[in-house]
């Protein structure tokens, strides 16, 4: 893990703590159903470059792609690079294995033909919509993509098709209201603090799509906005595996079905100019004092945090969570 690896002044000590915490959180691995993993309430006096800083710091920590567990000679519904200049929903079959037990997978294209593929491959739930498979890039975003991956000091992998791909099928998702905001503030990062990030990850923060606030087209992506709602109404969103979690406030976390990515590492901004949130996240949370995290050691002393070893569960079906019509659980 790249930890206080950057080079700030003393005044933004935070940006390299937030950063760190990104990092940290997003190289733990994913867990299965009943075992536990951390959430941590970060308490802050604004959460204002939260969440764009977090993800930077999730970028430089290695994809998590699930192996798609499949016997041989079955045909599943997955997300993968389809060989032209798209990440999205594809038809895959495994035809045979190594003698090293490597998977050899072959990817659906048109009528009865199968191309061989070496692009990671990402397994579906079985309820997803099969009309997700659209194009999100044209041509030329395609070729930008290309030219910034070969522009790269340190290439991060052999090709730029299975990078991207395997960026966008272990992504950041943020959750949370004002999420335009959100993307003003990664805008308004790259355009006067680029200095702060790694090179490696400016092509993922740089990058933006209508899609990415689409909660049909998770995966698709490298990172999404969703709102807090997305997940009542999508029951195949509640058991993707993001590489982290970002709530932008207490009520979105509150809001949430219990379930949603809930075997994924997360983040929750509390932002203490909105006190009645402030005093429900204390009350409503504790330290864990087994989760020995390293992002947190030396914070700023404006920051506050609690770290929560949740249980990953199973989606039942059931939408519960908080009161969508309080408004005092809010981001401003």
Same mark, same amino acid.
């Given at each position: ?130 009309? %997700?498979?659209? *194009?999100?890039?044209? @041509? ?7 030219? #910034?991956?070969?522009? $790269? =000091? ?118 203490? %100019?909105?006190? *009645?949130?402030?005093? @429900? ?7 864990? #004092?087994?989760?020995? $995290? =390293? ?38």
């Amino acid at each position: 893990m790249n930890l206080g690896a950057r080079d700030f002044t003393t005044h933004h000590s935070w940006v390299s703590t937030v950063i760190n915490i990104g990092t940290e959180l997003a190289s733990i691995p994913n867990v299965e159903i009943g075992e536990r993993k951390p959430v941590v309430f970060l308490s802050v006096p604004t959460g204002q470059f939260l969440a764009p800083l977090l993800m930077a710091g999730a970028f430089t920590a290695p994809p998590k792609i699930a192996d798609p567990k499949v016997g041989i000679g079955e045909t599943f519904r997955a997300v993968s690079f389809d060989g032209e200049s798209q990440v999205r929903d594809i038809d895959v079959s495994l035809l045979e294995r190594s003698f090293q037990q490597e998977e050899c997978v072959r990817m659906y294209r048109s009528g009865d033909y199968w191309r061989k593929t070496d692009h990671p491959v990402l397994r579906l739930p079985s309820n997803v919509p099969k009309d %997700r498979g659209v *194009r999100v890039l044209s @041509e030329r975003d395609w070729a930008e993509i290309k030219r #910034e991956f070969n522009d $790269l =000091r340190v290439k991060p992998g052999p090709r730029a098709e299975t990078w991207w791909a395997s960026h966008c099928l272990s992504p950041v998702v943020i959750v949370g209201e004002s999420l335009e905001y959100v993307d003003r503030q990664r805008q308004h990062l790259i355009e006067q603090r680029a200095g702060w990030f790694e090179t490696e990850v400016m092509p993922f923060i740089r990058y933006s799509k209508p899609g990415i606030s689409n909660a049909d087209r998770v995966l698709h992506h490298p990172y999404s906005y969703l709102t807090i709602d997305a997940d009542k109404t999508r029951p195949w969103l509640r058991s993707l595996a993001p590489r982290l979690v970002v709530y932008t406030s207490w009520r979105a976390y509150y809001s949430r079905v219990e379930s949603s990515f809930s075997t994924a590492p997360a983040v929750v901004l509390v932002n203490r %100019r909105v006190w *009645r949130s402030d005093v @429900e996240a204390a009350m409503n949370t504790y330290h864990d #004092e087994t989760a020995k $995290l =390293r992002s947190l050691v030396g914070m700023p002393r404006s920051f506050g945090a609690r770290v929560m070893m949740t249980k990953a569960i199973e989606d039942d079906g059931a939408v519960r969570g908080g009161n969508d019509d309080d408004t005092e659980f809010g981001d401003s």
